[in-house]
């Protein structure tokens, strides 16, 4: 009699297998989830930039508004309170009240330009930034040239405060989208006076692979990140899509 209560209280080999095996598959998943723990993928940061841009167009269409993405950046100096988190992290989607297609082309910058916001700020995900380096292909949103006459250097002052978009206070990167559907970077110093010109795959690097520190309301570094990646955003001038460019033509 003890002996059969004895049998009933013990496990079989294969209930026994069968625990070994579910033991080992979560210590797999487990161990996955650990392995990437740390890491940062910057797709997700690329297919949110990419919704926001696509919506600044569509808008522009829509509308028949000049609509502009547009990124703090290092220009411009320290920032006040709590905006410095917007700085390479942060985009927008700007409209522009005035009829912009009546002005002369020396008077198309936005200091002439009355301002709505068409969304609120929209942040890259922790540890993800905008790679500024203007050395890189076609990173003419923070600075790169298209020629020596060419260059964006951060001269024109764009709002930060949804609620006071007509106070100008931080020179910003910006793509322009017209109601033509197209889509148009910025030059501060061009001799023509055309300071909006669509450049055909101007890019946008969101990257993993630098690390910013903060210190007296500006971001200090970069530091590389050892395995960090990076994925660029490509926009095309005639049409304004935006697509994950993959280092082709």
């Known amino acids: 009699m003890k002996t059969d209560k004895l049998r009933m209280r013990g496990f079989s080999l294969i209930e026994l297998l069968v625990a070994v095996a579910i033991v080992g598959v979560l210590f797999a998943v487990g161990l996955a989830v650990f ?11 690329a297919t949110t930039l990419m919704t926001t841009l696509r919506l600044a167009r569509q808008h522009a269409i829509a509308q028949r508004q000049w609509t502009f993405a547009v990124f703090p950046n290092r ?8 905006d410095l988190v917007k700085c390479l992290r942060g985009f927008a989607v700007l409209a522009v009240a005035n009829d912009m297609e009546r002005l002369d082309k020396t008077a198309q910058i936005p200091a002439n330009m009355d301002f709505a916001f068409v969304t609120d700020w929209t942040y890259l995900p922790e540890g993800i930034t905008f790679d500024d380096d203007p050395a890189l292909p076609g990173n003419f949103t923070f600075g790169a040239p298209n020629g020596a006459q060419d260059t964006y250097t951060g001269a024109f002052l764009f709002p930060l405060d949804p609620a ?6 931080r020179p910003m990167g910006a793509v322009l989208f017209k109601p033509n559907g197209r889509a148009y970077v910025m030059h501060d110093n061009s001799p023509s006076g055309s300071y909006w010109q669509d450049v055909d795959g101007s890019k946008i690097h969101v990257t993993a692979a630098k690390a ?11 530091d590389p990140v050892p395995g960090g990646t990076t994925v660029v955003v490509r926009i095309r001038n005639k049409t304004g899509q935006v697509e994950i460019w993959d280092g082709g033509p």
Do not use: I, M
């Open 35 to 45: 392995a990437n723990a740390g890491k940062r993928n910057p797709e997700r940061g």
């Open 75 to 82: 220009d411009g100096g320290a920032y006040a309170g709590n």
């Open 164 to 169: 006071q978009p007509h106070v100008l206070v």
């Open 212 to 222: 910013y520190g903060e210190a007296g309301g500006a971001l200090t570094g970069p």
